[in-house]
Structure formats: C-alpha cells, structure tokens
C-alpha cells in the first residue's frame, strides 16, 4: 500500500440537511475524523501522508444534477482533475496529468489491458453515497493508479428497521427550449432492516437529447468513440446485509449499469481553419450505436474485532463490453482486408469484451501504543480481448493479466499523535498470458512483407516490483499540518494499443520491450491550516516515470509510445465561512506542467517537449460561493480553464527528420459559470440547476489540443481531423424533484 500526502479538503456543501433514510458518510466518522475507504485502513486520513477529497452525498447530487456524472461532478471540485470530454469516452482525462483509477467500493472499472476509457460511467450516480479522491501515484488499489483513485462508495444499509426510501424525477432541457434537447431522468432506492438483515434495491432510468451549444447549434456527434447525447441508460442496484455478530457483517453488493446511444444523428463535418465546429444531422450511421455494459458483483465480510484488529476479506466479479462506433464518416484503412472486400469498401467496428475476478485481504491492528500495523494481499485475474463484431476478426488477442501482491504498512504516531511516521511496501507479481496471434492486414501498416499483417508469437512476461512509501505528518499546534512522502504507482501501458500496432515481423511477446509496466515516482510536500474561518492547504509534487506511456496519434488512430515522463505540479484551495450565516466562499488553483522525450529513439533520455493535451489538463482557477439556510440552498461557481502553450514535435517536409516547434497559445482558455439552488417544502425537495450559465461558446479542451496536425512548413501549418472538432454544451436547465420516505 503507498501512501502520499496527507491533506483533505471536505467538499461537503450542505451541513444543515436531515438524516437521509440511508447510511450516509457520516457513518464513517468520528467526530471531524473522516475515514476515506478507499485508503485501506481504519484510521483518520488526518492520520495518513495522504492528500485525498471527499465528495459527499450532497454536493455530489448538486454536481450531477448541473452536468451529468460522477465525472463532470470530480472535475468541477478538483483542480487538478482535466477538462471532461463531454463524452462517454474518458480518453485523455486525467488527474495531476496521469489517469486516475475509478472504483465502486474499491473494485476496479479500468481494463488496462485494452484501456476503452469507459471506466467513469459503469453505475449511476444515484447509487453513490459520496466519492473519495486520493491524489497522486500510489498503488492502495492495485493497478492503475499512477493519477491517483477515484473511489465511488454506494449507498450504505439502513440505519433502523422498517422500510425506507428515495426517489427522484429530473427534467432537463436546452437553451433553445428545443424538443429533440429534452431529457428525463427517473430513480428510485427501497432500503428495509429487520434485526440482523437489511436490503436495499434500487433502479434508475435515463434518457438524454441532443445537446447544443452557446450558439444554439448541435453539437457534433462521436460516432466512434461513443457519445452522452441521444443516449439511454438503465441500472440496478441492490445492496443485501447480514449482521451475523455485534462486529461481524456479511454484504453482497450487485450492481449493472448498460449506456447505449440511439444512433439517430451522423457527423457533418467543422473547419478547425475556419473554427467552425463539428455539428450533427439526422441520419442513420453505419453499424450499431456504441454502448456500454458493465455488470459488478461482491461479497465482503468485516470483523472489526478479530485478536483485537479489524478484518476485511472482499471477492469481487466484474464484467464489461465496450461496443465502439465505426470509423468516421464511412470506412477507413485500418479495418481493410481485400480477402473480405475490395479495399475502401469494408466497414467494421470494435467492441471490448474484459473480465475481471480479484479478492483483497486486509488486516488491520494496534500493536502497542501509537504503532498500527496494516497488512494485506491482493489477486486479480483480468481476460480481455477486442475484436471486430461485424467481421468476427481479432484486434487485440485474448490477454489474461493476473496479479498477486501483498502489501505491509506502518503509522507510528509520536508526541501526543503531534508527529507520525508511515511507510511500508508493496511487492507486485505479475503476468501476462498472450497467444499467438496475427495482425490486421491494415493498409496503413507498413512492414517488411508489406500489406498483410504480420505473425506475432504469444508469451507470459511476468514482472515484479517492490514499491516502497515513506511519509511523514507534522502537526505542531491544533490546526496547522505540514507532511512530506515519497510513492510509488504502478500501472500497465494499453497492453492492446501495442500489440494491435506491432508491424515488425519475429516479435516475441515474452521479450517485447514496450510491454514493461510503467512504474511513477511521485513526491510530495505541503501544508494545511484550519484555523477559525479560515481552511486553506497547499501542495506542491513533482511525479516521474522513466518508461511512461503517452498517447500519441498516428494514422488518424492514438497509439501508445513509452517514453519518460516528467510532470510537476501546485495545488492551492481555500474556504472561507464568512459571518453572514450560511454564506461560504471558496476558491482552488492547480498548476501543471508536463515534458517528455519527444523522440525516444535518441538514446538521450531527456525530456525535450511538452505534454499534449491528450496527456495533461490546462491550469484551472476554480471560484464558488454557497448558501445554505433553513429550507434554502444555493451555489454559484465558475471554472476559469486558462491558456496553455504547446511545444510539440513536427516532421519536416522531405526529410522525415523530427524538430521541435512551438505554437502560440495552442489553447486559449475559455470560463465557466454554473448555478444551483434547491428548495425543501413539507413534500420534497425541488431544486434547478444551470449549466454553462452564461451560454458560453467554446471548444473542448480535449477536441482543441489533442486532433490539431502540425506541419513544418514554412510557414508551419495547423490542419487536423475536422470530424472531432467538438463544441462545448451550451446552456442547459435541470428540473428536479426528490423526495425520501
């Protein structure tokens, strides 16, 4: 288990509401000392060199109900969190430049083997009691986690006995007041306890127009990598207890979430030249329409006083497929085979098929006084494989990743808990199982035999990494923290991209370079001061890795290259609770800056460019006032995405050498203003929320920096895949209405 930094800034934005008919996070508390789940320990994260949010149940219905997602509501809150795609595709969000691992009560949504960048819609938010994000490189949950963890903890038991309830009704619709923009949105949670037993079971249905823009124009839609808008999504959750003792509790938790678009728009292509967007018209696209399915399943028993410690033993089950569009508009290179059809003819589409049966142990206990000790072990078996549904061809051959790592940390606090001490060690053991297999007969690929693909022999590379932490917390008045550590992350690169993208025919996946693990070291220092009105902390790291993974977009298609990677970055947030009763102000500020080896080939070593956008977010300014008093709440925030330039490698005309250029302001930086107020009567809760307040007009950040094409001309020319040039949701009204029994 590896630990950084410790500070928590509470995200919480409504102190004053009841008690909902659930467990709430409040139930994971002692007093002030809040317990994140997702680090794997009992203690207070006041206790742990640990830099973590919480998002509690309230301001994460309050971000939802303004954009959408668990997603949109981590990358309103957190700084250091990129600019969402406003798409069903994660590709190239990130957090503190690296991917962030998203879970469901500590079970992992990643497929790292074939990464489809679907892992942050697998349940609906309606289910999520509140979200716990742990910064930085650090292995707590496994694999994954070199950005830190995403930890979506579902709604807990009942607290008494009876039958309990929640449900809820939104209405959502667009600045143009237009049908084909309207959405709808039901949800409904049963919780019942009788004596040792409980259950809880709920469902929920939601149904999203078309979006438009700050022009009133349709927003263009991702016909591959699959869209939010004119979709439909449905789950089922269910949560079942036994309270076999008074410390002694057995819990299985099931839950299935299917995402699926309607298919009833096709993509008119923009003018990045021009900055004329991609917009939509009705149509009938090709193939079917990407969806998303997941299926989640565990059994968790906890015994909080075994030989005086607490025990957790968890098995889990997950389960997805990712069915991905066709390429746009028509057909294109990749999927072509003359032994299927004549070349520009054959039309096909991928889908992601992952499995994934792991288990986790944790012990944890106070040897003597001021010393805890927390030792565990964690296995995961994770197939996937992506293949082409219309033809039934292979992409990615049938990978099984299987893990086993155990894991031993130390805290010692010393000095009436004034100083602690953390540190301990993760051995990682694993492999990676691969069959023979051959590549597509791509017209893109060039290999020695020319078109055709080419015979790749299967292995089982096996690695193994021992990944220390150390840290150390200093509180030497009430209120004042300052920490320091050192942590180490751990993750696969997109296994799939690499081996889909071999061309070298004789490759032997057992001594395939670019298959080793990537490994981030990250180091941290800050400081946190609750003081009377005032909470503010500050934190400063700088996170390495020798053989990173980048994304790099080749032939229209992203690939991965493994190259070194340096990031570093500032994060500052501040709170103040003024004296007008209810009214709090807040602010957060986060720096980054990414470099990279550009051309890894060199034999140098050196990072020598920036980042793109594909792999790093822009410096963000976060401003927000909230008001909570008597039945009346409210909050106004902004989200100011400033400029970033690019140094980005370009190829010279004839010459196929690589030099570094630089563009001026490669992202301009556009703001954001949402609002929200909500209303308790005697029969419910009514609330309204507003996206993208002033209607502003603005490109994806994700859509601007990462599809741009740089030439070096003279003079250097900026070209670029005009079909994903994709404006930003324009304002947008949501109507609910909830109400608990």
Do not use: C
């Not at 600045?175 to 019942?192: H, I, N, P, Q, R």
């Not at 395939?512 to 009105?533: C, T």
């Amino acid at each position: 288990m590896v630990l950084a930094p410790a500070s928590l800034h509470a995200a919480s934005q409504d102190a004053s509401l009841p008690a909902a008919s659930v467990a709430t996070a409040e139930d994971e508390q002692a007093g002030d000392d809040i317990i994140v789940t997702g680090a794997r320990t009992h203690l207070p994260i006041t206790a742990l060199p640990l830099t973590a949010d919480v998002i509690d149940k309230e301001a994460l219905d309050q971000q939802v109900a303004i954009s959408g997602s668990v997603v949109d509501a981590v990358s309103a809150l957190s700084p250091s969190f990129s600019p969402t795609r406003e798409k069903l595709s994660g590709a190239g969000e990130t957090l503190r430049g690296r991917s962030p691992l998203f879970a469901i009560n500590g079970i992992p949504q990643s497929t790292p083997i074939r990464d489809g960048s679907r892992d942050g819609y697998t349940i609906d938010p309606f289910f999520i009691d509140r979200v716990e994000l742990i910064y930085g490189s650090n292995a707590l949950q496994g694999i994954g986690a070199t950005g830190g963890v995403v930890n979506q903890v579902t709604v807990g038991p009942p607290r008494e006995d009876g039958v309990s309830g929640h449900a809820l009704a939104q209405f959502t619709i667009d600045d143009e007041l237009s049908g084909s923009g309207f959405g709808w949105k039901t949800a409904g949670l049963v919780g019942w306890r009788e004596g040792q037993f409980d259950a809880t079971v709920g469902a929920a249905y939601e149904k999203r127009g078309v979006f438009r823009d700050g022009n009133g124009v349709r927003i263009g839609v991702d016909g591959t990598q699959g869209e939010l808008q004119d979709s439909k999504s449905w789950s089922l959750f269910g949560r079942f207890g036994w309270q076999i003792g008074e410390t002694t509790r057995l819990e299985l938790l099931a839950n299935h979430f299917e995402l699926k678009g309607d298919g009833d728009y096709v993509v008119v292509a923009g003018n990045r030249a021009a900055n004329v967007p991609t917009t939509s018209i009705k149509g009938n696209p090709l193939g079917d329409p990407p969806s998303n399915n997941v299926d989640t399943l565990s059994l968790t028993l906890t015994e909080e006083n075994l030989l005086g410690g607490n025990f957790t033993a968890q098995i889990f089950y997950n389960k997805s497929e990712d069915v991905f569009g066709g390429p746009v508009p028509t057909v294109n290179d990749t999927f072509q085979d003359p032994s299927i059809a004549p070349n520009g003819t054959l039309f096909d589409q991928s889908a992601n098929e992952s499995r994934k049966i792991g288990g986790k142990l944790t012990y944890e206990r106070e040897i003597v006084s001021g010393l805890t000790a927390t030792a565990g072990l964690d296995a995961l078996s994770d197939k996937t494989e992506q293949s082409l549904i219309q033809t039934g061809r292979t992409w990615v051959p049938p990978s099984e990743y299987v893990s086993l790592a155990p894991f031993a940390q130390l805290n010692l606090a010393l000095l009436d808990e004034r100083l602690r001490l953390a540190g301990g060690l993760r051995w990682q053991n694993d492999k990676l199982k691969v069959d023979d297999f051959h590549t597509l007969a791509s017209t893109t690929r060039t290999t020695p035999l020319g078109f055709g693909g080419v015979d790749v022999d299967g292995g089982s590379p096996s690695f193994k990494e021992l990944l220390p932490n150390a840290g150390v917390v200093v509180e030497p008045i009430d209120g004042i923290r300052g920490y320091a550590s050192y942590a180490e992350g751990y993750t696969i690169a997109d296994v799939g991209r690499i081996l889909r993208g071999i061309g070298t025919p004789g490759v032997d996946v057992d001594t395939y370079l670019d298959l080793e693990p990537v490994v981030s070291n990250n180091r941290e220092i800050g400081l946190e001061v609750k003081r009377g009105a005032f909470d503010a902390s500050a934190a400063y790291f700088w996170s390495t890795s020798k053989n990173g993974s980048v994304l790099v977009m080749q032939d229209g298609v992203f690939n991965v290259q493994r190259q070194r990677i340096e990031i570093q970055g500032l994060e500052l947030n501040a709170t103040w609770h003024t004296p007008l009763d209810g009214l709090d102000l807040s602010a957060g500020y986060a720096h980054l800056k990414g470099r990279t080896d550009g051309t890894p080939n060199d034999g140098e070593d050196k990072v020598n460019i920036d980042l793109d956008g594909a792999n790093i977010s822009p410096d963000r300014l976060n401003i927000a006032a909230s008001y909570s008093r008597g039945p009346f709440s409210a909050r106004l925030q902004s989200q100011f995405y400033l400029e970033r330039d690019f140094d980005l490698i370009a190829v010279g005309p004839g010459t196929g050498q690589q030099q570094a250029i630089e563009r001026e302001q490669d992202f301009d930086g556009y703001a954001l203003v949402d609002a929200y107020a909500r209303y308790r009567t005697g029969f419910g809760d009514v609330s309204l929320a507003i996206h993208n307040l002033l209607d502003k007009q603005y490109i994806t950040y994700n859509s601007d920096t990462t599809r741009a094409t740089v030439q070096a001309a003279s003079p250097f020319a900026v070209t670029g895949d005009n079909n994903l040039y994709f404006a930003g949701r324009g304002r947008t009204f949501t109507l609910g209405f909830s109400r608990e029994f």
